[in-house]
């Protein structure tokens, strides 16, 4: 565009010559004559009485310079790639109609074909060539316009973090506004139909409140199978939720994560600016705990799109369009399981310990998210913090008391002991490694006494002033019952004792002053 105004005013008002235009401006002087013919062309029409569209010739005289590569041959096509492209082309429709979609040839990997096969070819011809072959064309979307309290999305992402020093995995389920953007995260062991469950329900209950339509893509937790090519059936644990709090659903299509494209967008940003710079925690509840402060930060941040509004102040005009809510939602299930001969029940292969009194019954389980609560005939018998790894044995060693009085040999070497807290075992190890059925004793003595680890150890440390090298279960209880501060152990030999004793009674046949010595002698 420069070259050509420089040409037409060199031209045109300096009155230079085409030869010494096109030597001095670097252009060959066919270009520089079919500018200024053109312009002269336009010039003469626009100033003709003739009729002429104006702004036609107006635009055409200002417009920038533009080549004709219609008719450009291409260099690189040949009809060999052409066939061999359409070889590829027509193998992937057939493997599509094998249910074999995933195993089709993309562009890359027909790029790499070719140049096997010795051709010099690269990747944007290949591209357009595919593009121009399969009739590929840009897809064309509808801006969509939301009503408070009407839509809200959801989906999953995969999150890495470290917890007490492990790499773990976790589910992070993400739900977001369609209205203002309202972000709400957690995240979760596994994406299962009680994660699923507990998700919602913990997002309705923050919320205070449950948007009328849930939009989901085609998950397992949510789709439970195809019907034709685009209905779907829900699966069970959607249409519990669905009847509960009164909300509806819908499906995205195949492979069109547009059709929810808010939550799309949240997965990546919610997940980016959580654990990008902080992915190592205590625990999973402290790794929640910080999900929900990014996300608060997140929602108050001013919005480009909505006026800068943030979505805070979007989602209190949309509080008032939401749906009642209910009491949480019972996100679990039930199970009956039998007792085996270690005392314990199976779920999701882990086992987990119950009353030893429960062995070859029959009790039902109340399997969470992130906890088991078990049950004899209605009566509560035992909780469990649920496993969410493979086979791993979860023993309390409070469950088999009575059968380990009867064993006391079988201590040491159990996955009771070596699951119990640190302090238990430092206890055993210290004072009761040959007295095991002394230690069970204790164990047994504060359950029945509800007594805490650290009231004994508070205990210990008074006896160890006293007599270091003579703990026992006896003299813990001692020190409990009497409620003293200090107790104080005699220190004398069994013969003083004898002779303590005698003498007390002696005192008290004297007529006179009650104090004799151990020599005989009167004080």
């Known amino acids: 565009m420069h070259k050509k105004q420089e040409i037409i005013i060199r031209n045109f008002h300096d009155g230079e010559s085409k030869s010494r235009i096109a030597r001095e401006v670097g252009v060959c002087r066919k270009t520089v004559r079919n500018y200024i013919s053109a312009y002269s062309e336009e010039k003469k029409k626009l100033q003709s009485n003739e009729k002429f569209n104006e702004k036609e010739l107006i635009e055409e005289i200002v417009k920038a310079p533009k080549y004709n ?59 357009g060539l595919v593009n121009s072959l399969e009739n590929i064309h840009s897809e064309t979307y509808i801006k969509q316009k939301y009503s408070p309290g009407e839509i809200c999305e959801f989906d999953w992402a995969e999150v890495k973090i470290f917890i007490a020093g492990k790499l773990r995995t976790f589910q992070q ?25 507990e998700a919602h329900a913990l997002f309705f209950e923050h919320l205070g409140g449950v948007f009328r339509t849930i939009v989901y893509d085609n998950m397992k937790v949510a789709v439970r199978k195809f019907v034709g090519k685009y209905e779907k059936e829900a699966t069970r644990g959607l249409l519990q939720l669905s009847m509960y709090y009164n909300f509806d659903f819908r499906f995205c299509n195949i492979r069109a994560g547009n059709e929810k494209g808010h939550v799309e967008r949240s997965v990546e940003y919610v997940r980016r600016k959580a654990f990008s710079r902080k992915d190592n925690f ?54 009956d399981l039998r007792v085996d001969k270690y005392g314990t029940i199976i779920v999701d292969s882990c086992h987990y310990s ?5 062995t070859g019954k029959i009790i ?75 230690f069970i004793e204790l164990l047994i003595y504060m359950k029945e006494n509800n007594l805490s680890l650290q009231e004994v150890q508070t205990i210990i440390f008074k006896l160890e002033k006293l007599c270091p090298s003579s703990i026992s279960t006896v003299k813990i209880k001692t020190i409990i019952e009497r409620n003293e501060e200090e107790y104080t152990f005699p220190k004398t030999s069994g013969i003083e004792k004898i002779s303590m004793r005698q003498l007390s009674d002696l005192n008290q046949l004297m007529p006179h002053k009650n104090n004799l010595t151990a020599s005989g002698g009167i004080l």
């Open 354 to 358: 119950v009353p030893e009194n429960y």
């Open 364 to 438: 039902t389980a109340k399997i969470y998210s992130s906890e088991i609560i078990c049950f004899f005939e209605d009566e509560k018998i035992c909780i469990h913090k649920k496993s969410h790894r493979f086979g791993e044995w979860i023993i309390k060693i409070e469950h088999y008391l009575q059968t380990l009085k009867r064993k006391p040999g079988a201590v040491r070497s159990s996955v009771a002991f070596s699951q119990m807290k640190e302090g238990f075992q430092n206890i055993y190890r210290k004072y009761f490694s040959s007295k095991s059925r002394d």
């Open 173 to 197: 389920a993400v739900f977001t506004s369609a209205y203002g953007n309202y972000r709400y995260s957690y995240l979760f062991p596994k994406q299962n139909t009680q994660c699923f469950q």
């Open 282 to 335: 205590s625990s999973l509840e402290e790794a929640n705990e910080h999900l929900l402060s990014v996300c608060e930060v997140l929602n108050r941040k001013p919005q480009k799109g909505n006026k800068e509004q943030s979505a805070i102040e979007l989602f209190e005009i949309e509080k008032e369009y939401l749906l009642p809510v209910f009491q949480k939602f019972e996100c679990a299930r039930l199970a």
């Open 69 to 127: 590569c219609s008719n450009r041959k291409k260099k690189k096509i040949t009809d060999e790639i052409v066939r061999s492209v359409k070889d590829c082309l027509a193998e992937n429709r057939k493997k599509k109609s094998r249910g074999q979609h995933k195993q089709q040839m993309k562009k890359i990997d027909i790029l790499e074909h070719l140049r096997e096969q010795g051709f010099d070819i690269g990747y944007t011809s290949i591209c």
